[in-house]
């Protein structure tokens, strides 16, 4: 009977987590650890409290747990200050490895970011610096480092590091679906120039990356996940049309015009305001990612934009 804990799995990734061991038996038991209750608490298999990962961590488990998964972090711009990120990403790390110390559980999976990389104007694979412009990608950093850290105390310890991209998937109402819906209704515009390269991470491949990972015998695993090859807007914007046979015109608009408007935006809607212009320039920033250590490795991967957004649509047709 194997145990695994996922500390932040009250959330999009972790909820899909959990429910993919338990259908899939890879663990008998989960127990999800967050600062919100989960949705999957009635579930047969699945255990769950409510933990702040920034304090000293005890929890009632029934047995030492397999894998431990820390998820737990701040990463939502905006709508947190630069503190919040380095001590809730750098202070839960230190909390999570020293709760695997005191349980005697010998394997880590740490979700990180390609915000490490900071901008990505060409193709970046796990040997480019690290190179962050947010307190996001440079708490992340920080938080590897602890990982790394707790790893080489021990040649029994095993870590898995990955940086996904944008992921997203069934029951996630996040960027991409705020796209699709956009240019559904014909309102859609392009920050910025179309031809730059976004890095995006299906759900249902990045757990099969996951289970990938687990399998393997490495110590340590430090990997990026994005679907590959990473597109252009462009591309995934005329995807995304030919899918739901949209005719709706899309145009590039210069990113200082989309700013300037998300700004008078904030001042008559406020917090109300979804067009806020730090997500504006969030989505004109290049992400040119590439997942090398995945592909070095033989990993196999299953999914393009296209078809990923056709898989979402067969299992989960009610989210459009």
């Not at 009250?10 to 650890?33: C, D, M, P």
């Not at 919040?84 to 970011?113: L, M």
């Not at 193709?123 to 707790?150: C, F, L, M, R």
Request: proline share 7%; charged share 20%.
């Amino acid at each position: 009977m194997a145990l695994c804990v996922i500390f932040g799995g009250a959330g999009f990734v972790g909820t899909h987590l959990a429910t993919h061991f338990l259908k899939s038996k890879r663990f008998t038991k989960v127990h999800i650890a967050d600062l919100r209750e989960t949705a999957l608490q009635d579930l047969p298999g699945i255990t769950s409290s409510i933990t702040d990962v920034r304090l000293p961590i005890s929890l009632d488990l029934p047995e030492k747990p397999e894998w431990i998964f820390n998820l737990a972090a701040i990463h939502r711009e905006p709508g947190h200050e630069p503190e919040e990120f380095y001590h809730t990403n750098i202070k839960g790390a230190e909390q999570v490895c020293d709760f695997a110390e005191r349980v005697g559980c010998s394997k880590i999976y740490f979700t990180s970011s390609i915000a490490v990389y900071g901008y990505c104007l060409t193709k970046t694979d796990e040997n480019k610096e690290k190179n962050p412009v947010t307190p996001y990608g440079s708490s992340k950093i920080a938080a590897e480092q602890i990982h790394q850290n707790w790893a080489s105390k021990d040649t029994s310890r095993r870590l898995i590091i990955s940086r996904p991209g944008v992921i997203y998937g069934p029951g996630d109402p996040g960027n991409i679906m705020r796209m699709i819906k956009a240019i559904r209704k014909g309102y859609f515009a392009i920050p910025g120039s179309k031809h730059i390269h976004k890095s995006y991470a299906y759900i249902y491949g990045f757990l099969e990356s996951i289970d990938y990972t687990m399998a393997r015998a490495e110590q340590l695993i430090s990997y990026n996940y994005v679907e590959t090859p990473t597109e252009t807007l462009d591309d995934v914007t005329r995807s995304v049309k030919n899918i739901f046979k949209s005719n709706a015109p899309i145009v590039a608009i210069p990113l200082p015009i989309l700013v300037s408007g998300a700004r008078v935006l904030q001042i008559f809607l406020g917090k109300s305001n979804p067009i806020h212009p730090v997500r504006v320039r969030k989505a004109a920033t290049p992400t040119y990612i590439v997942p090398q250590v995945l592909l070095d490795l033989g990993f196999q991967f299953k999914y393009d934009f296209t078809s990923s957004i056709k898989h979402w649509l067969s299992v989960a047709p009610e989210d459009f």
